[in-house]
Structures are given as structure tokens and as C-alpha cells.
T-cell receptor
Framework: AQKITQTQPGMFVQEKEAVTLDCTYD???????LFWYKQPSSGEMIFLIY??????QNATEGRYSLNFQKARKSANLVISASQLGDSAMYFC???????????????FGKGTKLTVNP | NAGVTQTPKFRVLKTGQSMTLLCAQD?????MYWYRQDPGMGLRLIHY???????AKGEVPDGYNVSRLKKQNFLLGLESAAPSQTSVYFC???????????FGPGTRLTVL
């Protein structure tokens, strides 16, 4: 079963508008972490924002905010005031335990391609 | 700080050839990881290391070996490359097992 689901293969937004990228997750672990990464056409993976399962407030980092709805198991990324440079693939990821020793890996969704139009 | 670096950036191999990908980090991170990214998919964990001298298998370890002789370096080896190993390989590192992972720029490998 897919643990991270990104239902939007592609999204379009006008420059300066806000856009929401969807992410739902599945886990039975009460302690987990959710990440969003940006992958521009140049290929690197850039960390954007993190939300811990016990965090009381939604995470924010500049123009990025995470709309965390724990009961719905969703962690949507909101980008405000879109810029042309925001055009990229966006991946939602969740920490998942590898072993009892505390090691964890990231489980990724398939990504959403965001295109910002001028 | 350079962060996480990977060499080479691109490589083309013939089936059966061997090669080593090098990952280096200058953030004094304990944990290092190798992922692969295939078209239409997110990243999948190949191998990881929780500290110098340690390695462990991820979810897709077959056909790969790794070594972590120095804390700052994590090597990924392909002993006999196969076309199924054509992919983009990413190295990542983190301070602890539950901390944010920071990625290198990736290595695009093609096996003919």
C-alpha cells in the first residue's frame, strides 16, 4: 500500500498567486515526520519544510507553509505569491523506521510537477 | 560549506562494467544514505550508514555494495552493472536518524 500519496501529477498557477499541493500519508506510528522537497529541472533535491506529528502549529518557512490535518492524515504544501522560479517537481516524504535502532528512511510520494505561468 | 557533494555527475557504463559513486559531506553528519530515483517515482533507499564503519541495507539493495571508511564519505559500488540500474542516484546525510536529510546534486547513470 502506498504510504505517501500525491494525487496531482501536474499543477498550474499564475505568477503571484497561491497554490496548494496535496499530500496524504498512511502510518500507524504515532511519532512521525513529514517533509517537502523541491526538485527543479537541474535535478537537485532541496529541503523546503518539515512538520513533526506532535507539533502543535503548522510549519512555515518564508513563502512555504504546511497545512497539517492530522485526523485526515494530510500534509498539504501551500506556496504563497508564486514565482517563476517555483516551477519544479515537489515531493512529499515521510520518515519511516528501518530498524529498532532508531534509523529511519524517507518514503517519498511520486511528486507533483508545478508550473508557474507569467 | 559545500554540503553534500557527489562525483561523478554523469556516467555511461556498459553491461557488466563496475564503478563507484562517491558521496562526501562536510556537515559532520553521522547518518548517510544512498537513494535511487526512477522516472515517475519518488526516491527509494538503497543502503544507509549510521556512522563510520557501519552500513545497512535499505529497500532495494540488490546489485549494490557500500562502504563508509571515513565519516565524511559514503561510497556506492556497482560490481556488474545492469540496464535495470539506469537511474539517478542521490546521496543524503543527516545529523541523527530522525533529522532532516540533505541531498547531494545527484549522479545520472546510464547502463547500456
Amino acid at each position: 500500500a502506498q504510504k505517501i500519496t500525491q494525487t496531482q501529477p501536474g499543477m498550474f498557477v499564475q505568477e503571484k498567486e497561491a497554490v496548494t499541493l496535496d499530500c496524504t500519508y498512511d502510518t500507524s506510528d504515532p511519532s512521525y515526520g513529514l517533509f517537502w522537497y523541491k526538485q527543479p529541472s537541474s535535478g537537485e533535491m532541496i529541503f523546503l519544510i518539515y512538520q513533526g506529528s506532535y507539533d502543535q502549529q503548522n510549519a512555515t518557512e518564508g513563502r512555504y507553509s504546511l497545512n497539517f490535518q492530522k485526523a485526515r492524515k494530510s500534509a498539504n504544501l501551500v506556496i504563497s505569491a508564486s514565482q517563476l522560479g517555483d516551477s519544479a517537481m515537489y515531493f512529499c516524504a515521510m520518515r519511516e523506521k528501518i530498524s529498532q535502532g532508531g534509523s529511519e528512511k524517507l518514503v517519498f510520494g511520486k511528486g507533483t510537477k508545478l508550473t508557474v505561468n507569467p | 560549506n559545500a554540503g553534500v557533494t557527489q562525483t561523478p555527475k554523469f556516467r555511461v557504463l556498459k553491461t557488466g562494467q563496475s564503478m563507484t559513486l562517491l558521496c562526501a559531506q562536510d556537515m559532520n553528519h553521522e547518518y548517510m544514505y544512498w537513494y535511487r530515483q526512477d522516472p515517475g517515482m519518488g526516491l527509494r533507499l538503497i543502503h544507509y550508514s549510521v556512522g563510520e564503519g557501519t552500513t545497512a541495507k535499505g529497500e532495494v539493495p540488490d546489485g549494490y555494495n557500500v562502504s563508509r571508511l571515513k565519516k565524511q564519505n559514503f561510497l556506492l559500488g556497482l560490481e556488474s552493472a545492469a540496464p535495470s540500474q539506469t537511474s539517478v542516484y542521490f546521496c543524503a546525510s543527516s545529523f541523527g536518524g530522525r533529522d532532516t536529510q540533505y541531498f547531494g546534486p545527484g549522479t545520472r547513470l546510464t547502463v547500456l
